[in-house]
């Protein structure tokens, strides 16, 4: 196995890992298993990953340095025959309305090049068919392909004066530094009713363009520009990071339509009479890939067969791993946490460099069993030229890929942290391990429950889905399932507005997290636990908040001191002065049984649990968390430490208590090991039996074998799904030729 050379990490102690010691053979697929927190992605992306860009990184002169991305030393004595990595995670691509598919790929370029060259008529070089640029944009639209339109009605109340707060838009009330620009312009009377303002007074309020005053009062800053509410609403919040905070907010006032002058393809109207075969490139970008890729094949100019080639390799590769449905003008915001990967594996697909290190966080999240197929193809092909391939996965349909297998357990958090196995595939399905005894399990079925009552979807068109019709029972566990882009997320949407009944909604939106966010604050707990030492100390509450009075007075209540480095990394050193326990000398000299805020804040779940037994608002929060598989985590650890598939749970456990609803999952088992997935599956059945609805789409095999209902959506993706392949039973589905999770479900018993 180690013929070639090995990767060597000597006493890695980073986060949970004990000292850990391994060696991860060249030019093979290793796979990384073990329970959600175990240390797998400690040792790969905190340990490996980031010591090879960081070394990458200080071959760079130090001026280059301060605008390279920074990573920390991580914990490890040293590690040996370290290639250069490439990590290819699962982030999604930034919330850009200018960025698609084709921008985003370098596809766009090149079309770009070949309408300059063999377009007719000729209109201009390759920026002229750029929306992202003067030259070529449509000037209504700027580019973007829609127009949105304020309503000033829905932003004023005419019976308030500015003073009384008139504007009635969020961030612009009384007292705010928006609500000033106004009032201190000297262009109001500011205890007047706006129905009583003037025609020219409310055109100054409303729609003003930027623009200097002349003679403002003192109190307007000097180098200020005065700017309507609608300009100002467009310019600094629309499309800007601040609008995420405020969607409902904009959702009343704007309305958004395709730009009436290009009509939705960003162009100026000169751009589009240039054709290729009686095509434009606007025709081009809202093809499919699959349909792209012939538009290319019947051009027949020689001057762009160079252009041709390379756009058709990269459309190719891309279409290799799956992602045939996806249109040439897809925006990237709307692209998945799977789509993003996939997109980024194809790119190197066709990359010429080898001797590298790939490294995979869960390739396979958001796949059905049919594209894991693409992904394994196309990782052999990446070891094939020559690279060394790391990949952290749960999934028994990706983990035979492996040539060589690395579980880290036994358990997860502290309990984590260990090489508890290494070896072959063949060796793993041998051994004792917890991976290794779940990957052999077959699928089991349940005896489904039966329903009275469901809710008829009929006829549905919504986005791909082709006018189809479904019942969709209530009272037990459906599962939706089907290919990444075949139309489950659609049929879900379009279910929603049918849900009489109370419905939650647990989609795998990230959550926000920072240095002070914890387990505690999140499930709302921290004020209650403050209470109880208040009450056992006599002592304010706020004593005991590491955010206010009780903060450490060195490092505010972080635990840590940050210190900025210039072109360095900023150095983060446990406070010297509380020694990372966040509060100060004389919150911690209060005891609530037995124990001062700080230790009580570090015991795992599992303890606090029997801790707070008395305390019942505090205990059955915790014992949600138990629910979900979360127990090893300390109540004051930082979320910022818990992996994707721990946030998702944590999300969960908030809801829990909650009963006789409906709640609609979006792969409730991303990022978990198997073991965590038959939790999970207790849960749903104990959620089941308490009266609830669970409504889950999903891929895994396991959850769609312990289901009562499956509906499956396909046959492929975008244009190529839209239909309700079987809609019954799961056990059944396997008889279902055309049902790709029936084939895949009975595919799963075969091999094992």
């Known amino acids: 196995m180690f013929e070639r050379g090995a990767i060597e990490v000597h006493d890695a102690y980073q986060n949970n890992l004990k000292h850990v010691n391994l060696k991860i053979p060249k030019y093979k697929i290793t796979v990384f298993a073990g329970l959600s927190g175990s240390g797998k992605s400690s040792l790969v992306f905190d340990t490996i990953a980031a010591a090879s860009r960081r070394e990458l990184n200080e071959t760079f002169p130090s001026f280059t340095q301060q605008y390279l991305p920074k990573y920390g030393q991580p914990h490890v004595k040293r590690i040996d025959h370290l290639p250069v990595a490439i990590v290819i995670e699962q982030k999604r691509i930034g919330k850009n309305a200018r960025s698609t598919l084709s921008t985003y790929t370098g596809i766009y370029s090149l079309l770009r090049l070949l309408f300059s060259r063999a377009g007719q008529p000729f209109v201009g070089y390759s920026d002229t068919f750029s929306f992202n640029l003067p030259q ?21 109340d005419p019976n308030k004066s500015l003073n009384q707060g008139a504007i009635t838009f969020v961030s612009f009330g009384p007292n705010t530094w ?40 003192a109190k307007w800053p000097r180098t200020a520009l005065y700017e309507g509410v609608i300009p100002r609403i467009r310019r600094s919040i629309i499309g800007k990071k601040e609008a995420q905070h405020h969607k409902e907010a904009l959702a009343k006032i704007v309305t958004r339509r395709p730009c009436p002058d290009c009509h939705g393809t960003r162009l100026r109207p000169e751009v589009l009479t240039c054709k290729i075969n009686g095509l434009n490139i606007a025709d081009v970008l809202s093809m499919d890939l699959v349909h792209a890729l012939k538009f290319l094949h019947d051009i027949d100019v020689p001057l762009v067969t160079d252009v041709i080639r390379e756009v058709g390799t990269k459309i190719q590769s891309l279409i290799d791993i799956g992602l045939g449905y996806l249109t040439l003008d897809r925006s990237t915001e709307t692209l998945s946490g799977g789509e993003t990967q996939r997109i980024k594996i194809a790119k190197f697909l066709t990359s010429d460099l080898v001797d590298m290190a790939y490294i995979l966080d869960e390739p396979s999240v958001g796949l059905h069993p049919h594209d894991i197929q693409l992904i394994k193809n196309a990782l052999i092909n990446l070891k094939n030229k020559g690279n060394t391939i790391l990949v952290v996965e749960h999934n028994p349909e990706l983990i ?56 008829s979807l009929q006829h549905v068109q919504t986005h791909n889905l082709k006018d189809v019709s479904v019942a969709i029972p209530l009272g037990v566990e459906t599962v939706i399932s089907g290919v990444a882009g075949s139309g ?67 490092c505010k209540g972080k635990g840590v001191t940050i210190t900025n480095m210039a072109f360095m990394d900023p150095v983060v050193q446990e406070c010297e002065m509380c020694h990372g326990k966040r509060y100060n000398d ?15 804040l570090n015991l795992p779940i599992t303890t606090a649990i029997d801790f707070f037994k008395d305390t019942e608002e505090i205990d059955h929060k915790l014992v949600n968390m138990q629910k979900v598989g979360l127990d090893y985590l300390t109540l004051g650890q930082p979320l910022t430490t818990l992996s994707g598939g721990e946030l998702q749970r944590l999300k969960l456990a908030v809801q829990l208590n909650k009963t006789g609803t409906i709640y609609l999952l979006d792969e409730p088992t991303a990022g978990l090991h198997m073991k965590d997935v038959a939790k999970l599956i207790k849960l749903f059945d104990e959620l089941v039996a308490a009266g609830n609805t669970l409504i889950i789409v999903e891929h895994n ?26 809609a019954g039973i799961p056990e059944k589905a396997q008889t279902e030729a055309t049902s790709r999770t029936g084939q895949a479900l009975k595919a799963y018993n075969q091999q094992r």
């Open 136 to 156: 070529g944009m449509c000037q209504t639209c700027q580019g973007l392909g829609y127009v949105d339109d304020i309503d000033s009605k829905a932003l004023i």
């Open 701 to 726: 095999l396991e959850v769609i074998s312990k289901a009562d209902w499956l509906i499956d959506v396909g046959p492929d993706a975008g244009i190529y799904g839209g239909e309700i392949l079987y």
């Open 178 to 217: 928006r609500w000033r620009r106004y009032v201190n312009s000297g262009l109001f009377d500011n205890d007047k009713p706006i129905k009583d303002y003037t025609d020219h007074e409310m055109d100054m309020l409303m729609n003003a363009p930027q623009q200097q005053l002349k003679g403002a009062p």
């Open 488 to 554: 489950k997320s659609s049929l879900v949407d379009a279910l929603r507005p049918k849900l009489k009944e109370p419905f939650i909604d647990l989609a795998q939106g990230a959550i926000g997290t920072n240095i002070r966010s914890t387990p505690v604050t999140y499930l709302d707990i921290l004020d209650d636990i403050r209470k109880e030492f208040a009450k056992a100390s006599g002592a304010s509450t706020s004593l005991f908040s590491y955010n206010g009075k009780g903060a450490c007075p060195r």
């Open 400 to 455: 035979p890929i492996a040539d060589y297998v690395v579980e880290i357990g036994p358990k997860a958090g502290k309990g984590g942290g260990q090489v508890t196995f290494t070896g072959t595939y063949e060796e793993l399905l041998n051994s004792n391990t917890m991976t290794g005894d779940y990957l052999k399990r077959p699928l089991t079925y349940r005896t489904p429950r039966q329903f009275d009552e469901k809710i």
């Open 586 to 600: 004389e919150a911690l000299s209060h005891l609530y049984h037995g124990k001062n805020i700080s230790e009580v």
